[in-house]
């Protein structure tokens, strides 16, 4: 079956770093590649959408410059976290499909803990 | 905007018993997911419902979606404690883009 890897699993670290969080499509092209971030005991809310050589499309709220997403070739998506504070602490997945028709495959997710 | 409510959000239960899951959505939708959510754990997909009674089981769990009324269900028989986790159910239609709105959730607890 399609598998998504997601990297790190979890990251610790002072308020102000970056951080970057990968996305791989291991055995499939995904053309489109979906961020959410989920805090404790709420659903999953989509913040934004890539797809494969253009710009990401961001949910209102979400800020572009903060959360900085590259989806450079048909496996990889990354987001970044930038000057990241305490208030971005949060559980972070990945999903991806190869086309609109096929479902979404989702990653093992980011625990990101901002100290 | 399309709306989706799951209800109950916590569902408390002891071994044995039976008990269903709605999740309700505001709008046409080309199909819709149910998906369970482990403590710490990402998503693992359970069903995808494309049409019209359809109806999916699995062990214990039986989804079943009616587009007219806008409703699927996720039915638990005779639970078990191995099935306590949050199941979601995501509702994916075309004029979203394809994209999946998700329900808030029902943290579901089964008690031996």
């Known amino acids: 079956g399609a598998v998504v890897s997601q990297h790190p699993s979890r990251v610790i670290c002072k308020s102000g770093t970056s951080v970057k969080i990968e996305c791989r499509s291991l055995?499939?092209?995904?053309?489109?590649m979906f961020w959410y971030r989920q805090f404790p005991k709420q659903s999953l809310m989509l913040m934004a959408t890539?797809?494969?050589?253009?710009?990401?499309?961001?949910e209102q709220g979400v800020e572009k410059d903060k959360f900085l997403i590259n989806h450079a070739s048909l496996t990889l998506s990354t987001l970044t976290v930038t000057s990241a504070h305490p208030e971005d602490s949060s559980f972070y997945i990945c999903s991806a499909r190869d086309d609109g028709n096929q479902p979404q495959h989702f990653g093992d997710g980011t625990r990101l803990s901002i100290l | 905007e399309l709306k989706v409510e799951q209800n109950p959000l916590f569902l408390s239960m002891q071994e044995g018993k039976n008990y269903t899951i709605y999740c309700n959505y505001s709008?046409?939708?080309?199909?819709l997911y149910w998906y369970r959510q482990d403590p710490g754990k990402s998503l693992e997909s359970l069903f995808v419902l494309l049409s019209n009674g359809a109806v999916k089981q699995e062990g214990r769990l039986m989804a079943s979606l009616d587009t007219k009324a806008r409703l699927s269900t996720l039915h638990i028989t005779a639970a078990v404690h191995d099935l306590s986790a949050t199941y979601f159910c995501?509702?994916?239609?075309?004029?979203?883009?394809?994209?999946?709105?998700f329900g808030g959730g029902t943290r579901l607890m089964v008690k031996p």
């Open positions: 995501a509702v994916d239609t075309n004029n979203a883009g394809n994209m999946l709105t």
């Open positions: 709008t046409t939708s080309d199909r």
């Open positions: 890539s797809n494969e050589g253009s710009k990401a499309t961001y």
């Open positions: 055995d499939f092209q995904a053309t489109t």
